[in-house]
């Protein structure tokens, strides 16, 4: 199972760290990745972790805001989001993945598993 958190009320230009718990997904062998769904949108792709060589993807809306990072000794997945944007409001949500391919990494068909959500809210 994975276990989101972290999420709440900031104004525009605050910080906030998402953090997604696993009991057993989060190590090399599984791509982590976050989406957010913001109100009347689809669920779209955030941010993701490579499996294998744990590099980082993010959609270029968040680029130079967000960091993704994972603590293979804690079984935890960050999402570190900075210079929130009212935009940003959403429910955001960890996924993760042991077999897709690097083409699907920004595919919510993509993840098997998913987390609850959490949900962000920035006010302007």
């Known amino acids: 199972q994975l276990q989101a958190s972290g999420g709440g009320l900031v104004q525009a230009g605050d910080s906030l760290r998402l953090s997604c718990v696993s009991s057993?997904?989060?190590?090399?062998?599984?791509?982590m990745g976050w989406f957010r769904q913001g109100p009347g949108k689809e669920r779209e792709f955030v941010a993701a972790?490579?499996?294998?060589?744990?590099?980082?993807y993010y959609a270029d809306s968040v680029k130079g805001r967000f960091t993704i990072s994972r603590d293979k000794a804690k079984n935890t997945v960050y999402l570190q989001m900075n210079n929130l944007k009212p935009e940003d409001t959403a429910v955001y949500y960890c996924?993760?993945?042991?077999?897709?391919?690097?083409?699907?990494?920004?595919?919510?068909?993509?993840?098997?598993?998913w987390g609850q959500g959490t949900l962000v809210t920035v006010s302007s």
């Open positions: 057993d997904r989060t190590g090399s062998s599984y791509t």
């Open positions: 996924a993760a993945d042991r077999t897709l391919i690097l083409s699907s990494l920004r595919n919510v068909a993509a993840y098997d598993y």
């Open positions: 972790v490579w499996r294998s060589t744990s590099t980082t």
